[in-house]
């Protein structure tokens, strides 16, 4: 593999690291108020975060690039506050990772919120424990499985992504090339033995990711629940 390889593999594991520690911290808190609430908004905040499973890479690369632009309220903001804008640079990409991947994310951690028993936060509201408290000692520790699966599935999507990296972030070596990228362009170069070596690797990478969650799923059907 080239240099040039070697840095867009680090660049996509930065970026996926980031992307997946960003969204367990955004989505932590809207998972559990989805869980959790009753407002009639609920259905409304769920399908705008289920959006990028349906809608296409390009079409949201196109309207991030617009509000990341000159023009967009975003771009005007972070030109505003001195941070220059976002389009082709690599903290464009972990914005508009973090918009892409959020629902694989946030899903897993809804559901694991959604299975904890009532009993348990009952319980230890009995016990005078507050809200925060029950968050944090009851609702956290039981979905773990959930951050567990949110994780690993929130960083592989990462990896994959194309459409919406190509779109805001383009193909500048060292800085927005990431891997899917650099496939791309080996093919349009011609330079197949190169694409076949990438793309191996990310298929012997989604086959782990996979039989790694399939395995901790089955380790969890069969351990036995804490009394």
């Known amino acids: ?120 936060l009952e319980a230890a509201a009995t016990l005078r424990a507050g809200p925060w408290d029950r968050f944090v000692t009851v609702a956290l520790p039981l979905a773990r499985p959930g951050f567990l699966t949110a994780s690993v599935v929130g960083f592989a999507h990462t990896v994959g992504e194309f459409g919406v990296v190509l779109m805001v972030g383009g193909n500048i070596s060292g800085q927005t090339r990431v891997l899917s990228v650099s496939i791309y362009d080996h093919v349009e170069a011609g330079e197949f033995g190169a694409a076949h070596r990438l793309s191996l690797m990310m298929v012997l990478f989604s086959l782990v990711v996979l039989l790694g969650l399939q395995w901790a799923q089955r380790r969890k059907a069969v351990t036995p629940e804490a009394p």
């Open 1 to 120: 593999m080239t240099p040039d390889d070697w840095t867009a593999i680090g660049l996509t594991a930065r970026l996926a690291a980031l992307t997946t520690v960003l969204l367990l911290l955004v989505g932590t808190p809207v998972a559990w108020w989805l869980a959790r609430t009753r407002s009639p908004a609920k259905l409304l905040v769920a399908s705008l975060v289920a959006m990028p499973i349906v809608l296409p890479p390009s079409v949201l690369g196109f309207y991030l690039l617009l509000l990341m632009g000159p023009q967009g309220p975003l771009g005007q903001l972070t030109t505003a506050l001195g941070l220059g804008r976002l389009p082709f640079t690599f903290t464009g990409l972990v914005v508009a990772s973090v918009l892409y991947s959020m629902p694989f994310v946030v899903q897993p951690l809804q559901q694991a919120f959604e299975a904890i028993p009532e009993r348990a």
